[in-house]
């Protein structure tokens, strides 16, 4: 089974609307981290966001929250107010077991985003 | 620029050479990571330096790769007798403990005809 699932090869969306990409993950671990990873077409992995396995709140930084739905296994990143420059390949990720960056990271197969004018 | 860097950025080989890319991670961080990623696919992990030790392989890394990391700083990727289904892109993570992120070079594109 895929441990990491998005299910939007690619988005169209009207630009200052606010998008939705859908994750979904499986692990039996209780302690793992969730991440979005943005790649512009340049080709580097720009960090987002991050998410713990205990985090209470939703994790937000800046014009990106993440709505974590634990008993659903989701993590769904949303951005507000999307912008021309939001165009790029948006990827979840997880990190099975505890934190520290010990662990290499599960990526899924990611969503391509378009923002239109 | 304290960001990694990865080189070359770009490399073409015919198919039973051998290539070897290197990884400056980010100054002080002491994991290091190495993935690889092809084309309309997500990053897959290959294997994790804590300082100079290897500490985790993917079974995606077969007997022709061999990662090091020599007195914890840089780090080299090597694959023997390349393959076509090589072709990829590499890419380096770094890190440090109290982060929870991993932070990426540009990555190495690797074109084997």
């Known amino acids: 089974a895929q441990k990491i699932t998005q299910t939007q090869p690619g988005m169209f969306v009207q630009e200052k609307e606010a998008v939705t990409l859908d994750c979904t993950y499986d692990?039996?671990?209780?302690?793992?981290?969730l991440f979005w990873y943005k790649q512009p077409s340049s080709g580097e992995m720009i960090f987002l966001i991050y998410q713990g396995s205990y985090d209470e709140q939703n994790a937000t930084e800046g014009r990106y929250s993440l709505n974590f739905q634990k008993a659903r296994k989701s993590a769904n990143l949303v951005i507000s107010a999307s912008q021309l420059g939001d165009s790029a390949m948006y990827f979840c990720?997880?990190?099975?077991?505890?934190?520290?960056?010990?662990?290499?990271?599960?990526f899924g197969k990611g969503t391509h985003l378009i923002i239109q004018p | 620029d304290t960001g990694v860097s990865q080189n070359p950025r770009h490399k073409i080989t015919k198919r039973g050479q051998n290539v070897t890319f290197r990884c400056d991670p980010i100054s002080e961080h002491n994991r290091l990571y190495w993935y690889r990623q092809t084309l309309g696919q997500g990053p897959e992990f290959l294997t994790y330096f804590q300082n100079e030790a290897q500490l985790e392989k993917s079974r995606l890394l077969s007997d022709r790769f061999s990662a090091e990391r020599p007195k914890g700083s840089f780090s080299t990727l090597e694959i023997q007798r390349t393959e076509q289904g090589d072709s990829a892109m590499y890419l380096c993570?770094?890190?440090?403990?109290?982060?929870?992120?991993?932070?990426f070079g540009p990555g190495t594109r690797l074109t084997v005809l």
């Open positions: 990720a997880m990190r099975e077991g505890p934190g520290g960056g010990a662990d290499g990271l599960t």
């Open positions: 993570a770094s890190t440090a403990g109290g982060y929870n992120e991993q932070f």
């Open positions: 692990t039996s671990d209780q302690s793992y981290g």
